[in-house]
């Protein structure tokens, strides 16, 4: 398995994670031209905990917060760039225009 996962599967590894003590943190955003503010985001998020999970935006997402003309990268490959960084560990892309229903699910320990 990747680090690109559905939002079932992540429930899954959290319980895993979770019984062994880990300190889950949890940040989203559309991530449609990555930038170093983004970089450094993600450092920051993976320093406060063990496990870093990422919630992406969808493309529908994207173009109701953004507007027509965006998303400019398509969310499979913002999904995969994202997941390339080496301080997040999974990747999730979300179809709502606020990641209120992921963290409801997920409840990670630090957003």
């Known amino acids: 398995m990747?680090?690109?996962?559905?939002?079932?599967?992540?429930?899954?590894?959290?319980?895993?994670?979770?019984?062994?003590?880990?300190?889950?943190?949890f940040t989203n955003g559309c991530f449609d031209l990555v930038?170093?503010?983004?970089?450094?985001?993600?450092q920051e998020a993976?320093?406060?905990?063990n496990l870093l999970i990422v919630a992406v935006?969808?493309?529908?997402?994207v173009r109701k917060l953004k507007g027509e003309?965006?998303?400019?990268?398509?969310?499979e490959e913002r999904a995969e760039i994202i997941s390339a960084f080496a301080?997040?560990?999974y990747v999730v892309v979300f179809a709502e225009e606020t990641p209120a229903g992921i963290i409801e699910v997920l409840k990670p320990d630090v957003l």
């Open 87 to 89: 301080s997040v560990d």
């Open 35 to 42: 930038h170093v503010g983004h970089v450094r985001c993600l």
């Open 69 to 75: 003309r965006r998303p400019v990268v398509p969310e």
């Open 2 to 25: 990747g680090k690109v996962v559905s939002l079932n599967e992540l429930k899954e590894i959290m319980a895993k994670e979770r019984a062994t003590g880990k300190k889950i943190v």
């Open 57 to 61: 935006n969808s493309d529908r997402s």
């Open 46 to 49: 993976k320093g406060r905990g």
